[in-house]
Antibody, heavy 119, light 110 residues
Framework: EVRLVESGGGLVKPGGSLRLSCEVSGLTFSNAWMTWVRQTPGKGLEWVGRIKSRIDGGTTEYAAPVKGRFSISRDDSKNILYLQMNSLKTEDTAVYFC??????????WGQGTLVTVSS | QSVLTQSPSASGAPGQSVTISCSGSSSNFGRNAVIWYQQFPGTAPKHLIYSNDRRPSGVPDRFSGSKSGTSASLAISGLQSEDEADYYCAAWDDSLNAWVFGGGTKLTVL
């Protein structure tokens, strides 16, 4: 069974930092391109960024609203994906999901973790 | 404003069929495969369709996807009350270098 479990969400003040984790089991994590997607309460889905597998270069790409503030990394020895969020803004308040999102293969999502940015 | 355009709502009676449409552009649908998601309140999206028209195991064949040019559709036949949910389309956009999503369609089963 494939499982993705996000953690690390919580309440943080504007300008603060937070690191989210996504523990993955049941798939070959090291081969997976991993993605973060967020959803503002009551709104639609927004792509945050992704990291390719190490064999495909391990490079990262980010959505414009988070570029320069957010950083995605991975620990293939622990099967964990990370999202480091700095200089947080109120508009970053959302549920954050991790996924091995792929256009051409079945894929899976975690249950999400809520990040609230508020003073 | 979402890059992919979906009607905000759709509806149908139990047993009927409904089609949800999604409009994109040459930089996303024109070059890349479409995914469709179903989402219930408070839960993670679940993919119904990948690679334009493929169903993951466990998804009933009442759900089918298609793509033509820069438009895609999700068809649901034999509507059931449990199909009432939000539906999203998604694709990689080569110009934006980003995954893009539709704004979602809320399906109501009358």
């Amino acid at each position: 069974e494939v499982r993705l479990v996000e953690s690390g969400g919580g309440l943080v003040k504007p300008g603060g930092s937070l690191r989210l984790s996504c523990e993955v089991s049941g798939l070959t994590f090291s081969n997976a391109w991993m993605t973060w997607v967020r959803q503002t309460p009551g709104k639609g889905l927004e792509w945050v960024g992704r990291i390719k597998s190490r064999i495909d270069g391990g490079t990262t790409e980010y959505a414009a609203p988070v570029k320069g503030r957010f950083s995605i990394s991975r620990d293939d020895s622990k099967n964990i994906l990370y999202l480091q969020m700095n200089s947080l803004k109120t508009e970053d308040t959302a549920v954050y999901f991790c996924s091995n999102l792929s256009p051409n293969w079945p894929h899976f999502w975690g249950q999400g973790t809520l990040v609230t940015v508020s003073s | 404003q979402s890059v992919l355009t979906q009607s905000p709502s759709a509806s149908g009676a139990p047993g009927q069929s409904v089609t949800i449409s999604c409009s994109g552009s040459s930089s996303n649908f024109g070059r890349n495969a479409v995914i469709w998601y179903q989402q219930f309140p408070g839960t993670a999206p679940k993919h119904l369709i990948y690679s334009n028209d493929r169903r993951p195991s466990g998804v009933p064949d009442r759900f089918s996807g298609s793509k033509s040019g820069t438009s895609a559709s999700l068809a649901i036949s034999g509507l059931q009350s449990e199909d009432e949910a939000d539906y999203y389309c998604a694709a990689w956009d080569d110009s934006l270098n980003a995954w893009v999503f539709g704004g979602g369609t809320k399906l109501t089963v009358l």
